[in-house]
């Protein structure tokens, strides 16, 4: 038997597949550019390899999710659904293709699931779903999104809660939230994380008019994938909706300070004072360490900066 990932090539997923395999699991790793397994996979994903089923597929073409299933029937013991878009700019200048790709791309694993008989399905949402709310912010609270992207993350947790309701299928949704460090591939770094951790890159003075007063709950992706793995272990879970963050609320603009006293030279991040994007801290994740027994091992982003940048000297990862 198998733990079907997708968007197993993405920063989330490679780290949910590793510690999958880590675990002794055997995966099946679905991603759009599966057949570049060997330039986006880390190593440590790599030393799994033998364990990996690798598919190439696109989850918003129901057939090919279809076959997917098919191929693998009988072998799928659960899913840990990843495969989608974050709020990048890109969505508010293509809506319909990124609402189809996050909702019916969700969908569309959801069905081949239940007709294949997959009873264990695992959605990763966002803290987007609390929209500009502050923290601490609860699992209980009602979910105001305040851009498209949280809208499709908060349908795709009702697609994902009500598919399990009416096929008695074992549901949960981790809400995770600004996820940093090793894997994460330069291109895609929106603008908060590079201001926040491209020196660590070797990438320097970067400038913006706002953001030093933004307070966010940054998590280390290492510990995003223990709580992601330990809500998709405890199916069928005591709630179904978990945050999974470090908890804590950090001021982005001490974030920069401290990538520049660990570098110990000027990195030349500068930012205005102010809010960069309409998202608050930190989510709660009192609801996740009491029933996964999840604990942030990067609770204190100073460690998180600190492993992140040994991984990035030690690692050939994105360079050549
Ligand atoms: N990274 C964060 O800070 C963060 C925060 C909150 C929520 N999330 C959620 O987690 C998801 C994963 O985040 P990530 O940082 O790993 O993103 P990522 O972009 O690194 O990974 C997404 C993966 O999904 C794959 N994919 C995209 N579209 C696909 C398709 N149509 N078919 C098959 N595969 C497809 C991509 O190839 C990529 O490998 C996000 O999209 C978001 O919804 C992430």
Known sequence: MAILVTGALGHIGMWVATRLLEEGDSVIAFDQHMAEFDRLATDELKAHSARIERETGDVTDPAAVEALFA??????????????????????????????????????????????????????SSGAVYGTRQGPMKEADCPTPSDLYGATKLAG??????????????????????????????????????????????????????????????????????????????????????????????????????????????????????KAVPRGAPLDISRAKADLGFEPEFADIRNGIRHYHTWLQDSDYGKA
Not at 73 to 97: C, L, M, N, W, Y
Not at 189 to 207: C, E, K, N, Q, T
Not at 247 to 262: M, W
Request: charged share 20%; glycine share 12%; proline share 5%.
């Open 71 to 124: 191929k693998h029937a009988g072998k799928i013991d659960g899913v840990i659904h990843i495969a989608s878009v974050a709020g990048v700019p890109a969505f508010t200048e293509q809506p319909r293709r990124f609402i189809d790709l996050n909702v019916m791309g969700t969908v569309n694993v959801l069905d081949a699931a239940r007709t294949h008989g997959v009873k264990k399905f695992t959605f990763i």
């Open 157 to 274: 947790e009702e697609m994902t809660l009500k598919f399990g309701d009416t096929y008695g299928m074992e549901t949960v949704c981790t809400r995770v939230y600004f996820v940093y460090g090793p894997g994460r591939r330069p291109d895609p770094m929106f603008p908060i994380y590079r201001w926040a951790f491209a020196p660590l890159d070797g990438v320097m003075g970067l400038s913006h008019e706002s953001g030093a007063d933004q307070m966010l709950d940054f998590t280390h992706v290492f510990d995003t994938a223990q709580g992601i793995v330990k809500a998709h272990r405890a199916l069928p879970t005591k709630n179904r909706i978990y945050n999974i963050t470090s908890g804590v609320a950090v001021r982005l603009g001490d974030v920069v300070d401290f990538v520049k006293d660990h570098l110990g030279t000027k990195t030349g991040i500068t930012l205005g004072p102010g």
